[in-house]
């Protein structure tokens, strides 16, 4: 049967395993810039109630990573919880009294399209590059 012949093909040419992955392995970010990426952001706001810039949103964002040890790679393994960006960005938002008029995921994007420009990286063998804790990075 041709039809099966079609199916047996496509398993055989099914890979292995598909990697996802990003940050500065398979996919570099050449440049980033949480300042840009956060006006991004603000520019779908409906609300913003204490008329916050985008640097004063980030530097809040770099407080609470700090507080919460997700960059520091000496405390990231005490962490018994990783926190999604989607559930970071809505925490951060809304204490900030800050309303935006896009989904999550939109969020997500607006903010990684205009913060970081990502480029074919090649394989990286560093930790992750940690953000000053402690004073204003």
């Known amino acids: 049967m041709r039809t ?11 890979p292995k395993m598909i990697l996802f992955d ?8 050449a440049t980033f810039d949480g300042i840009k990426g956060t006006e991004a952001v603000l ?3 409906v609300e913003n109630r204490r008329g916050l810039t ?9 407080d609470i990573n700090c507080e919460l040890n997700r960059f520091d790679p000496a405390k990231r393994a005490e962490n018994t919880v990783e926190i999604p960006n989607h ?11 800050l309303k935006i008029d896009l989904s999550a995921a ?10 970081g420009a990502g480029t074919r990286g090649r394989l990286v063998r560093r930790g992750p590059v940690s953000l000053r804790c402690g004073g204003r990075a």
């Open 54 to 62: 985008a640097e004063q949103v980030q530097q809040e964002a770099k």
């Open 22 to 29: 990003y940050g500065q392995t398979l996919v570099a970010e």
């Open 4 to 14: 099966t012949s079609l199916m047996t093909d496509a398993l055989r040419k099914r």
């Open 106 to 115: 939109d969020i997500d994007r607006v903010f990684w399209d205009a913060g």
């Open 43 to 45: 520019a779908h706001a």
């Open 87 to 97: 559930m970071f960005t809505a925490y951060l938002y809304e204490s900030l009294g």
